[in-house]
């Protein structure tokens, strides 16, 4: 079977030239959002998994691929991906976040005298949730409106702007990785008691569904949208 990737490919690289594979870093909860600049091979030693097993499934999705045409988000004009970021990933956002307020808030009440995590929980995604709205806004209102114009003209005072603003996103992406992280620990993966009620098993449904949303979300600005961007930014500087 022809090689595409290997040892050595970033997680992030992998998922830019075929998003499908996603799926199945997803599977393996390999990073490929703010960890994407790691060679998928350190990742794979560090959690201690079948490296070649691994590979095969992303090489034979690479080779499944080629049978149909497909635009990858690195063809993208940056227009079209900021606009499917907010159409697809600030819009889900803009949905989620209220619903599981109010769902952490009501499990945390009801289940928090005997799941002392819960307490946890309902305090990190409120952090969360409070960060991604600000940062959502910060993009829609600042950072994206200054890369659409950088595309016509942006004066020089304007382009260092950006440049520093693109580092503030990447740095609240961090954040967001950080208190994602702690929600799967705290939550044992997103596993709900066996006598949980069904708010309780929605509650920890819909948290791990925004988590693979973040993931996916967070992949096409640190990887894709960003860099690309900083690029263009120092070839007129």
Same mark, same amino acid.
């Given at each position: !079977?022809?090689?595409?990737?290997?040892?050595?490919?970033?997680?992030?690289?992998?998922?830019?030239?075929?998003?499908?594979?996603?799926?199945?870093?997803?599977?393996?909860?390999?990073?490929?959002?703010?960890?994407?600049?790691?060679?998928?091979?350190?990742?794979?030693?560090?959690?201690?998994?079948?490296?070649?097993?691994?590979?095969?499934? &992303?090489?034979? +999705?690479?080779?499944?691929?080629?049978?149909?045409?497909?635009?990858?988000?690195?063809? !993208?004009?940056?227009?079209?991906?900021?606009?499917?970021?907010?159409?697809?990933?600030?819009? *889900?956002?803009?949905?989620?976040?209220? %619903? =599981?307020?109010?769902?952490?808030?009501?499990?945390?009440?009801?289940?928090?005298?005997?799941?002392? @995590?819960? +307490?946890?929980?309902?305090?990190? *995604?409120?952090?969360?949730?409070?960060?991604? @709205?600000?940062?959502?806004? @910060?993009?829609?209102?600042?950072?994206?409106?200054?890369?659409?114009?950088?595309?016509?003209?942006?004066?020089?005072?304007? !382009?260092?702007?950006?440049?520093? #603003?693109?580092?503030?996103?990447?740095?609240?992406?961090?954040?967001?990785?950080?208190? &994602?992280?702690?929600?799967?620990?705290?939550?044992?993966?997103?596993? +709900?008691?066996?006598?949980?009620?069904?708010?309780?098993?929605?509650?920890?449904?819909?948290?791990?569904?925004?988590?693979?949303?973040?993931? @996916?979300?967070?992949?096409? %600005?640190?990887?894709? =949208?960003?860099?690309?961007? =900083?690029?263009? &930014? #120092?070839?007129?500087?």
């Amino acid at each position: !079977m022809e090689t595409v990737f290997n040892l050595s490919t970033k997680t992030g690289e992998i998922v830019t030239r075929l998003p499908e594979t996603s799926t199945i870093l997803k599977k393996y909860k390999i990073d490929f959002c703010c960890g994407g600049n790691r060679p998928i091979g350190d990742v794979i030693a560090e959690k201690n998994l079948n490296g070649p097993d691994i590979l095969e499934q &992303l090489n034979s +999705a690479f080779i499944k691929s080629l049978e149909k045409p497909s635009v990858t988000w690195d063809e !993208m004009t940056n227009k079209e991906l900021i606009h499917h970021i907010i159409t697809t990933h600030h819009q *889900f956002l803009n949905l989620i976040l209220p %619903e =599981l307020s109010q769902f952490t808030t009501k499990v945390f009440r009801v289940h928090g005298n005997h799941c002392p @995590e819960l +307490a946890q929980v309902h305090k990190l *995604f409120h952090s969360l949730k409070i960060d991604l @709205e600000q940062h959502t806004i @910060e993009e829609e209102n600042v950072v994206f409106p200054l890369i659409e114009a950088f595309e016509e003209q942006l004066a020089k005072e304007q !382009m260092r702007e950006l440049t520093a #603003k693109i580092g503030d996103m990447e740095g609240d992406h961090e954040g967001a990785g950080d208190l &994602l992280r702690k929600l799967r620990e705290v939550t044992n993966e997103y596993t +709900a008691p066996d006598w949980a009620c069904m708010t309780y098993q929605l509650t920890y449904q819909k948290l791990e569904q925004l988590e693979s949303d973040l993931f @996916e979300h967070i992949h096409l %600005e640190n990887n894709i =949208l960003f860099p690309r961007v =900083l690029n263009e &930014l #120092k070839e007129v500087q």
